[in-house]
């Protein structure tokens, strides 16, 4: 094996724990998000040679996980025989390592159920912009580059997505 396929080796074994929780994240369900990541290594393994080293290989790499992410969100849209994506474990990074009490962990699943609902009404851009900005921290023009769009239409995806996700979890909460 050449340098270049050992580099990217490297690059995958350091990289895959971070590109899981990506497509987990934008996907809401396991077996989809390591569909992804491996259609993500995939493809950047494919397209080796038109990376330039002008950009960090870590970014050229999450950037091919959202983008297989939001395309398999596209494609699942139109499966009507598609099921929900599980819930979103809420408790894996935002749990202090104290135990909780058994109130304070049904409270917590259930927010993240409902979070999981409310992402379902996003389109695949606003589920990822959304997922870029909240749970990977990214800024509006990392976004913009990770999904290749303008930095303006990254910010309305991301605005779009709160006013969605608020409203849902707002008429959510007033049927109960």
């Known amino acids: 094996m050449d340098a270049g ?79 929900r994506p599980e819930p979103l474990d809420p408790l894996s990074e935002v749990m202090p390592a104290a135990t909780p009490g058994p109130e304070r962990l049904a409270a917590s699943e259930e927010a993240g159920r409902q979070i999981a609902w409310a992402l379902e009404g996003l389109n695949p851009l606003e589920r990822a912009s959304f997922t870029l900005r909240h749970f990977e921290g990214r800024s509006i023009d990392e976004i913009a580059q990770a999904l290749g769009i303008r930095s303006n239409a990254a910010k309305q995806h991301v605005f779009r997505a709160i006013r969605k996700l608020r409203i849902a979890l707002d008429s959510h909460r007033s049927l109960r």
Request: glycine share 6%.
């Open 5 to 83: 396929g050992q580099a990217f080796l490297a690059l995958i074994e350091r990289e895959s724990g971070r590109m899981y929780q990506l497509a987990y994240r934008m996907t809401g369900n396991e077996q989809d998000a390591k569909e992804v990541v491996q259609e993500g290594f995939f493809r950047a393994y494919l397209h080796l040679s038109r990376f330039e080293g002008r950009a960090d290989a870590r970014t050229w790499l999450h950037r091919i996980v959202a983008n297989c992410a939001v395309d398999f969100l596209r494609a699942t849209r139109s499966r009507p025989d598609r099921k």
